[in-house]
């Protein structure tokens, strides 16, 4: 089997201090990791929503928490403090024919 190095995607790292105390980059993932967090539960409060009064208000909180979430996101992978995993074209044309064969399946395709 063919072993291809996985590619990080990621810009150059906005240096922090390196010490015991929390630094900017530190906070930063702290408040990323709790939205994705609030996101999810969001999530479920809507799911198992009573009323649509209350359905509309945690929607609302949702797409808040989701906007702040991405922008955190987007903040920190300027500043080179998240990577992701650069996606291997090949894999990807497998897992869309994969699933695309399934399209058959569904009862209303």
């Known amino acids: 089997m063919n ?3 996985s590619q ?3 810009n150059p790292e906005t240096s922090v201090p390196k010490n015991a ?11 990323l990791a709790t939205e994705k967090y ?3 539960a969001y999530c479920t409060a809507m799911n198992e929503a009573s009323c649509d009064h209350l359905y509309q208000d ?3 909180i949702f797409n808040e928490s989701q906007d702040c979430q ?3 996101y987007n ?3 300027k500043n080179g403090w998240y990577s992701i995993e650069a996606a291997d074209q ?3 044309q497998q897992t869309y024919q994969q699933f695309s064969g399934y399209t058959n399946q569904l009862p209303y395709h």
């Open 3 to 5: 072993q291809q190095q």
């Open 8 to 10: 990080k995607v990621q």
């Open 21 to 31: 105390q929390m630094n900017e980059r530190d906070f930063i993932n702290d408040m």
């Open 38 to 40: 609030m996101t999810d």
């Open 58 to 60: 945690v929607s609302t």
């Open 70 to 72: 991405r922008n955190l």
């Open 75 to 77: 903040l920190m992978f």
């Open 90 to 92: 090949q894999k990807m």
